[in-house]
């Protein structure tokens, strides 16, 4: 095949927390030929999905679009396999499974994401503590190397390849299909209970008292200081057995342009995390469809636009469950003081880590939260980043946009082996971000 | 279950319309030129729904071709219930400018080839006195612009064939709806610059599927449309030959 341009558009992208942007050539290939001739025209090249990591992961000056490729292969109803195009989003597969009785394994907290950028960041969901990350319900998946050869990848075939792809933000090469094992579900709907947890002490107690629980998350107050620190609303949730399979689809209001930045300020966000932890029920327990109980943010379109034009940092890392509680009181007290935290943060406590290189979750507790980018909340981030790594945890790739190399080569320790992997199979020189090149990958 | 006909099927916007279609549980039989791309929307039609899928693969530039095609769509699926046609190809202006072939093939693609499968289908649906027909044509068809006038002519021949044949089976109770889209974001469009205009083909679909549903005549998508080449067809020839469009 000879090396030819592929139609592109010239445009500014950027994750979806709108930070940074970079100039990039956009190539959205429609079939695997395109991309094959994209991979030899271009000197390096990264995949993009729905565009929904947060920082810069998918952002480099080529960038392989997966739009077109978003065409489900087969499915068989009886056993749950699914196979489809890696440009297919978690949304599209629902529309199409939960009405057959099947569900996705493990979700992230959008359903605005590709299969394929799903498995690149091995995201995981609020049943990680019993059903690990996307890729551990992978069967197989189908990539374009950088040498141009396509190969599939499993558990058993390729293995260093599989544990390399998937948390390894599509460094490997593009992954062009996968195969997923969902989950049987009986109903639509979860049947959630609220617990209101005082503080951080209080909330990993409810984690840890209701570890047996399918799904378990926590809205976080991260401004409180004192004895309140921490404070939370603990939502542990079961997949119902009644109310039908039919899924409940409201289209979305959408925030239509950027809000002035200053709307979002230590005032009204102590104001909303008042109201929200005022307003949760303790011990109450609802029934609530899928869509909104997952993806409460999906009925906002473009709600990242809430923080105006200079766009903001999602911040999610992970601590070690050893010292777990008294080292998030450490961190919390720094973000609390900071008075920078965000009203949409988020708990969860992680179950173990697996095979994965540079798979982010370990035995511990999660926390997330959004950043209004500005020079001062970039060091804060710096000084956040010395003390997760102090306490043995680590930021997660898919959020991180400021993360500095050392830090990265410290907390992901088979980094290493990752680019050996990466050699081995022709990724080096051919798959690039602005984020692998910050973080010193090859 | 409606039995539904698909041509160009492998363009973004007849996919998209197809998708829905399949949720809905029709059955669909379509019709495209690359077979590999065809194969991989059938399959996906498949698992999003559709009662059953068959797949044509045919040059419709081939005109002689038509009549059987539309015999093995209704041998496979029983007949015909609706027909999307909405195969085509954006011409390259400056080319075409530079070319009698060029400019001939694309006339010939993007209209002539829809007439003869509009004749056909319409003396079949004429005789059994029910269907639905409906023509992607575009709001290029509206007036000729010195950008892409080849292209545009050929929409204004499908517009004003659509227009007199919605007439002439309005008796016989076929409807006829002339789809006008402007803007989409899809592969034949990757290499343009999208600005505010410019609509996503799942929201065009939408709205095409809602207009064959209600046997509509004539639809703008988005509707916003109207209101822009009408704009555009008031401005008097002495200013509308001076501007650049």
């Given amino acids: 095949m000879t090396a030819t341009a592929q139609t592109a558009i010239t445009t500014t992208i950027s994750g979806w927390g709108g930070y940074p942007t970079q100039d990039a050539q956009v190539i959205v290939p429609l079939s695997v030929s395109a991309y094959k001739a994209s991979l030899q025209y271009y000197p390096s090249v990264i995949a993009r999905g729905m565009g929904r990591s947060y920082g810069d992961s998918a952002n480099a000056a080529t960038v392989l679009q997966t739009t077109y490729c978003d065409h489900f292969i087969a499915f068989d109803t009886a056993t749950g396999v699914l196979t489809l195009e890696a440009g297919v989003t978690l949304c599209d597969i629902l529309k199409v499974t939960v009405k057959h009785g099947w569900f996705l394994p493990v979700t992230s907290g959008t359903s605005f994401v590709t299969v394929g950028g799903a498995i690149a960041s091995d995201v995981h969901g609020k049943n990680h503590h019993v059903a690990g990350t996307f890729g551990q319900h992978v069967v197989s998946v189908t990539m374009l190397l950088g040498t141009g050869e396509v190969v599939t990848t499993s558990p058993t075939q390729l293995p260093d390849l599989f544990q390399a792809t998937c948390g390894g933000m599509g460094l490997t090469g593009v992954i062009l299909t996968a195969t997923i094992q969902l989950i049987p579900v009986k109903s639509a709907c979860i049947n959630q209970r609220t617990i209101k947890a005082g503080s951080i002490d209080e909330a990993c107690e409810a984690f840890e008292a209701n570890s047996s629980s399918t799904y378990s998350v926590a809205w976080i107050d991260c401004l409180t200081t004192g004895r309140h620190l921490g404070r939370s609303v603990l939502m542990v949730g079961e997949h119902s057995g009644s109310g039908g399979l039919g899924l409940t689809i409201k289209a979305p209001i959408t925030v239509p342009i950027h809000t002035p930045a200053a709307l979002l300020n230590s005032m009204t966000m102590r104001a909303f995390n008042a109201a929200y932890w005022a307003k949760a029920a303790h011990n109450k327990t609802q029934t609530i469809p899928l869509l909104p109980y997952f993806y409460p943010l999906d009925a906002i379109g473009g709600w990242n636009k809430l923080y105006g034009k200079a766009g903001f940092v999602q911040y999610q890392f992970v601590l070690p469950k050893s010292d777990g509680v008294a080292n998030m009181r450490k961190v919390l007290t720094q973000i609390a003081q900071s008075g920078a935290g965000s009203f949409l943060a988020v708990l969860k406590q992680f179950g173990p880590a697996n095979q994965n290189l540079l798979s982010f979750p370990i035995e511990g507790y999660t926390l997330a939260l959004d950043f209004k980018v500005s020079p001062s909340v970039i060091d804060l981030l710096h000084r956040l980043d010395d003390m997760v790594a102090d306490m043995g945890g680590r930021v997660y790739l898919t959020k991180d946009a400021v993360m500095r190399e050392a830090s990265f080569k410290t907390t992901y320790p088979k980094w290493q082996e990752f680019e050996a992997v990466r050699q081995k199979y022709g990724a080096i020189g051919k798959f690039a971000s602005a984020q692998s090149k910050r973080l010193g990958l090859a | ?245």
Avoid at chain 2, 2 to 14: C, M, N, P, Y
Avoid at chain 2, 72 to 95: C, F, P, R
Avoid at chain 2, 162 to 167: I, P, V
Avoid at chain 2, 196 to 224: N, T
């Fill in chain 2, 1 to 245: 279950m409606t039995k539904i006909l698909v041509i160009g099927a492998t363009s973004a916007i007849a996919e998209h319309c197809a998708r829905i279609w399949a949720a809905r549980g029709d059955a669909l039989y379509l019709v495209a030129r690359n077979e590999e791309r065809l194969k991989t929307i059938a399959a996906d039609l498949k698992v999003r729904g559709a009662k059953e899928t068959h797949s044509h693969c045919i040059d419709l530039n081939d005109i002689g071709s038509h009549a059987a095609m539309l015999d093995a769509a209704e041998a496979a699926m029983g007949g015909i219930d609706t027909v999307l046609i909405a195969h085509g190809t954006l011409s390259n202006q400056k080319a075409c400018e530079q070319s009698v072939e060029e400019t001939l093939a694309e006339i010939n693609t993007n209209a002539l080839s829809t007439i003869s499968l509009l004749t056909h289908i319409a003396n079949r649906f004429e005789s059994k006195q029910a269907g639905t027909i409906a023509v992607i044509s575009s709001v290029a068809g509206d007036r000729g612009r010195a950008s892409n006038y080849v292209y545009g002519s050929a929409k204004a021949m499908v517009t004003a064939f659509t227009s007199g044949l919605r007439q002439r089976l309005y008796k016989s109770n076929v409807a006829v709806v002339t789809i006008k889209p402007g803007f989409v974001d899809t592969s034949m469009t990757a290499s343009f610059k999208k600005g505010l205009l410019w609509a996503k083909p799942a929201l065009v679909a939408a709205k095409i599927v809602r207009a064959i549903d209600k046997r509509k005549d004539e639809v703008y998508v988005p509707a916003f449309w109207w209101a822009v080449m009408a704009v555009i067809r008031v401005i008097p020839q002495k200013v509308f030959r001076r501007i650049s469009l």
